[in-house]
């Protein structure tokens, strides 16, 4: 080594308070670095705090610069002096170089995962909190620009004596709730045995399900599922987190067209489906609810069965498209009706009486009101 | 009168007025740069990029020899990343989250989602200006010779409100206030722009690039009718020759006719209307590069330009093959180009008092430019 105390080259020194080149003497001593022109010092550079914003290397130029003085500049073209510093400041050379970015990388890593654990946390959490603070006006306008998707062309079922029907077990089932005007039931000619619970309280049947039912408490039991994603506010939690994600892709890929969202959310109905969790809660509502309104579950069991001979019990897979969220993803039929054939015996009376029921198979049926049976509002049957 | 100016001129090396020369000198290791950056922006999830960016940038600044010394690039991928992340926290996110509450509280309203687009874009529009104010203050900022750093001296709000009210000028003069507006908005930020405690100076109107604007205007027309009239012509002979075949549908329709139509649509008609705008784009462009350096100086050094129309075409065009078939990979290979292309095309006369110039005593900005960034504002 050719590093002796006394060693000097020379070099070009510009200390960060003007642009003058200064013609500098450099000595490389054993703990610092001494720059001096004549005999004036310029700097005195201790080598554990020397910065290269290139990575040095040994027989190559130097090109220095200090944390004590971060805008002066060292430049010494004599190939011994970048040898003599990289042996008393190993920082600066390219594996201590290498080493830098590795860490970098990680560290990169490293955030990459957290940002990534903070987008799935938000998408699990957050949603059920936005809609759980939603104002009511903003759910039920959001519900109803969900209905308009869903149902496309699809008839409004308005069969005068079946609407007075529909009404008389919507007031049944939801005699024992907080709030029972929340609720609203609207039948629609949909081509398949389907519920859907939707924002601001909108519960939508088919007119294929009542028809399938074999008496009216399999309705009320649907009814009353769905009451259950009301009270949970499931369907707006699914939307708000679907679009937090197209909001999350939209940031991501870089500002761009935010908008549009409710178009993507709206064709995104089609995965307006619960997690097996909620499926339950939903569950446990519904019996709740029959109880307290003392109405038979014997009636959900059946239709349940009738649905199961029906389309089979195959509760994961989507069966062709045939069937509709409303099995496709609830927990399977026959641990289902094994609960349901598990619970106590209740009081019950009918939910409805056995005209309202006729009257409510045909909603959909008569677009012409039929004979108006004058069947009071609320028939506590019995 | 001499006492005191000898007491104020610094000791050492006798200093004065030097000739200015500007040159770009390559260096080796762009090519391994870009990869390394590429293959590591893959395995961090984009987040390197930032780091990545900064690397290219200190080996091009590195590149550029002023005086026979190298530019040198202070910028850290940290700054960036820190910038980017707080502009997506205080801009995106809330932009995003009104657009959002609108979605929710007007599902559907095309008027209520009409009129939060329109917000959000003046907004956009706005932040524009203040973006490329502050990533040009922040490349200054981090840009040092010999040991001297630049800054911009004026505020970014200031600079966004001219850029602001002079975009909506656009539209309504059908464009004829462009060249008014590059020539105000350069004009302010040159003159705000410093290098140590000096200021730059620009000093010109609008009037010398009006003859190459026309070209350009005229040529843009020229352009938009004949991509219209091709792809009419390209429509209609489709549809004819689906006519004669069967009427009834595709059935019996000759398909290489249509598939040839299709490619030379694509290959040949596009490219080629896509090369005329280009070239109307330089005929205009290389002027006002080569007028708004003719109206720079810094000090007595004069800025001199010799950006031509059809080196401009090639350097355009090859940079935009240069990304399109490595898929970005070499962008700092067009970041080159385009950096030699001026180094090597600009001439500095005059001289500079080299001793003389003091370092800026403006502060720092302590983050990147996260806003020129979110809006993709340039190349670097
Ligand atoms: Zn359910």
Redesign the interface.
């Known amino acids: 080594m050719r590093s002796e105390p006394s060693k000097t080259y020379d070099g070009l020194f510009y200390d960060g308070e003007s642009a003058k080149a200064h013609e500098a003497v450099v000595r490389c001593s054993t703990t610092v670095i001494v720059v001096s022109e004549g005999a004036n010092v310029l700097a005195t550079w201790s080598y554990a705090d020397l910065i290269s914003p290139d990575p040095l290397s040994a027989g190559r130029r130097a090109r220095l610069t200090h944390v004590s003085a971060p805008y002066a500049r060292l430049v010494v073209e004599d190939r011994g002096f970048s040898e003599c510093v990289l042996d008393r400041a190993p920082q600066l050379s390219k594996r201590a170089h290498n080493l830098q970015t590795l860490k970098l990388v990680m560290g990169c890593m490293a955030v990459a995962a957290v940002f990534a654990g903070i987008a799935f946390l938000l998408l699990t959490f957050a949603p059920r909190t936005v809609a759980s603070v939603m104002p009511d006006e903003w759910r039920l306008s959001l519900g109803n620009q969900v209905i308009k998707t869903l149902v496309g062309k699809r008839k409004l079922c308005t069969g005068p004596a079946g609407l007075h029907a529909l009404e008389a077990m919507r007031k049944r089932i939801s005699a024992h709730e907080a709030n029972p005007g929340q609720f609203q039931v609207l039948v629609y000619d949909l081509a398949i045995v389907n519920a859907f619970a939707l924002p601001g309280g909108l519960i939508v049947i088919s007119g294929k399900l009542i028809e399938a039912a074999s008496g009216p408490e399999g309705v009320a039991g649907v009814l009353a599922h769905e009451m259950g994603h009301v009270i949970e506010r499931d369907s707006e939690t699914q939307l708000v987190r679907a679009m937090g994600i197209s909001l999350l892709q939209q940031v991501m890929l870089g500002g761009g067209q935010i908008s549009d969202s409710i178009g993507g959310v709206a064709g995104l109905l089609a995965l307006l489906t619960y997690t097996r969790e909620a499926e339950r809660r939903a569950d446990v509502h519904a019996q709740r609810i029959m109880q307290a309104t003392g109405v038979q579950p014997d009636g959900l069991i059946k239709f349940f069965e009738f649905v199961k001979d029906k389309y089979g019990s195959k509760s994961d897979d989507d069966d062709g498209g045939s069937l509709l969220n409303l099995f496709s993803t609830h927990p399977g039929l026959d641990e289902r009706i094994g609960k349901l054939k598990a619970l106590p015996k209740w009081p019950s009376t009918p939910v409805i009486n056995q005209t309202q029921w006729t009257d409510l198979k045909s909603i959909c049926s008569s677009g012409t009101p039929k004979e108006e049976k004058k069947s009071p509002d609320s028939t506590t049957n019995g | 009168m001499t006492n005191i100016s000898d007491a104020t001129t610094?000791?050492?090396?006798p200093?004065g007025p030097q000739p200015v020369s500007l040159e770009y000198v390559p260096q080796p290791g762009l090519g391994g740069l870009a990869i390394k950056n590429f293959l590591?922006t893959v395995?961090?999830?984009?987040?390197?990029s930032f780091?990545g960016k900064t690397n290219v940038r200190?080996h091009l600044w590195?590149c550029i020899h002023l005086m026979d010394?190298p530019l040198?690039y202070?910028g850290t991928?940290k700054e960036l990343f820190l910038g980017m992340l707080i502009v997506?926290l205080i801009i995106?996110?809330p932009?995003?989250a009104l657009?959002?509450a609108i979605?929710?509280?007007?599902?559907?309203d095309l008027v209520a989602?009409a009129v939060?687009?329109g917000l959000?874009l003046v907004v956009l529009i706005y932040l524009i200006g203040v973006g490329i104010y502050r990533a040009r203050r922040y490349r200054l900022s981090r840009t040092?010779?010999?040991?001297?750093?630049g800054t911009l001296s004026g505020s970014p709000w200031a600079y966004a409100w001219s850029n602001f009210w002079m975009t909506f000028t656009l539209p309504l003069s059908l464009l004829w206030t462009y060249p008014w507006v590059r020539t105000r908005l350069n004009s302010r930020i040159t003159n705000e722009m410093e290098f140590?405690t000096r200021p730059f100076a620009f000093s010109g109107g609008a009037g010398p690039l009006y003859t190459r604007f026309a070209v350009l205007w005229i040529g843009g027309i020229i352009t938009l009718v004949l991509m219209y009239v091709a792809l009419s012509l390209a429509g209609l002979g489709a549809v004819i020759e689906i006519m004669l075949t069967d009427p009834e549908g595709l059935e019996g329709t000759n398909a290489y006719f249509l598939i040839g139509l299709l490619f030379i649509v694509f290959l040949v008609v596009i490219p080629f209307i896509s090369l005329l705008m280009a070239m109307f784009r330089a005929v205009y462009v290389s002027g006002e590069m080569n007028y708004f350096a003719a109206c720079t100086s810094y000090d007595s050094v004069q800025f001199k330009m010799n950006a031509t129309t059809g080196s401009l075409i090639g350097l355009v065009v090859g940079n935009f093959f240069i990304v399109l078939f490595t898929l970005g990979i070499a962008m700092p290979f067009a970041q080159q180009r385009l950096i030699r292309y001026v180094c090597n095309r600009m001439t500095l006369t005059g001289v500079l008092n080299?001793?003389?110039?003091?370092?800026s005593q403006a502060q720092l900005d302590r983050r990147g430019e996260g806003l020129a960034e979110?809006?993709?504002i340039d190349a670097f």
């Open positions: 610094p000791t050492g090396v200093g590591l395995i961090t999830l984009g987040i390197y780091w200190r590195s010394e040198e202070t991928g997506s995106v996110v932009l995003a657009q959002f979605g929710i509280m007007f599902p559907g989602e939060a687009q959000v040092v010779w010999r040991g001297i750093r140590g080299v001793d003389a110039i003091q370092q979110a809006f993709d």
